[in-house]
């Protein structure tokens, strides 16, 4: 569906205050933190801005922001996992103005990291930027996944086929299905064009891309334990060229 320039100044201002939820958690994800303080930072900022969470109460999720530390991809759920010098945490935060939504992820270092998680969320970082390039009205949908991949995988990681990015808007989740990769069957989707609105976000594994659904029915890691990362931005495409809604 696409939006009016009134509906996405709206999404504008959800995004600022998504940007400023990462912000806040960043600053938090120090070692001796929990998990559930950084989700205590991220609801302050929700209460000062007069904004509303996307993420608690979705299907049941408890929390306003989803907390993956290390071989977690996403949906973590804040609890008492105690953060440790050396660990990565993806923080995938979104909120609500007037009813429209904005949602986005960024992972983070806790302290010094291995060389090999710092590669990882460079790589990571630069897929989602390299497919927001491609957000661009006459492109097709999957231009955007192809220069994901491209970028993710010829860093040497592999790219999360079962979870992909969505449309937004009046809803977190909308349609289309924006697949992190090109789909093997051919063909490059539907026309991108101005008014689109899409949350793009490459979530990337140090291993191979499988994943496995621990028993807490959200929390999604790597099948083989190795290091995960998550970006994400909202971005709307407009006559010139994609804004990303969700950036300080």
């Not at 299907?59 to 996403?74: D, K, L, M, R």
């Amino acid at each position: 569906m696409r939006r009016s320039k009134e509906d996405i100044a709206k999404m504008r201002r959800a995004g600022k205050v998504v940007a400023e939820m990462h912000e806040r958690c960043t600053e938090a994800a120090k070692p001796g933190a929990t998990t559930a303080d950084i989700d205590r930072v991220a609801r302050e900022v929700l209460d000062r801005r007069h904004a509303r969470s996307n993420f608690l109460g979705y299907h049941g999720f408890p929390a306003v922001i989803c907390t993956s530390p290390n071989e977690v991809i996403v949906h973590g759920i804040p609890g008492g996992y105690l953060l440790e010098e050396g660990d990565i945490i993806g923080l995938d935060c979104g909120a609500i103005i007037e009813g429209w939504h904005a949602d986005a992820a960024v992972t983070v270092p806790v302290g010094e990291v291995a060389l090999e998680a710092q590669k990882l969320m460079v790589a990571t970082r630069d897929s989602l930027w390299a497919g927001i390039e491609r957000i661009r009205d006459g492109n097709r949908l999957f231009d955007i996944g192809e220069a994901v991949q491209g970028v993710a995988e010829g860093a040497g990681f592999s790219v999360v086929r079962e979870y992909v990015g969505h449309g937004i808007g009046t809803a977190m989740h909308e349609s289309p299905q924006i697949p992190n990769y090109k789909p093997a069957e051919g063909g490059r989707g539907i026309k991108i064009k101005v008014g689109h609105v899409f949350a793009v976000e490459p979530m990337v594994n140090a291993g191979g891309p499988e994943t496995f659904l621990m028993e807490d029915g959200w929390t999604v890691v790597t099948a083989d334990g190795s290091l995960s990362a998550h970006f994400e931005h909202t971005i709307a495409v407009t006559d010139d060229g994609p804004e990303v809604l969700t950036v300080p």
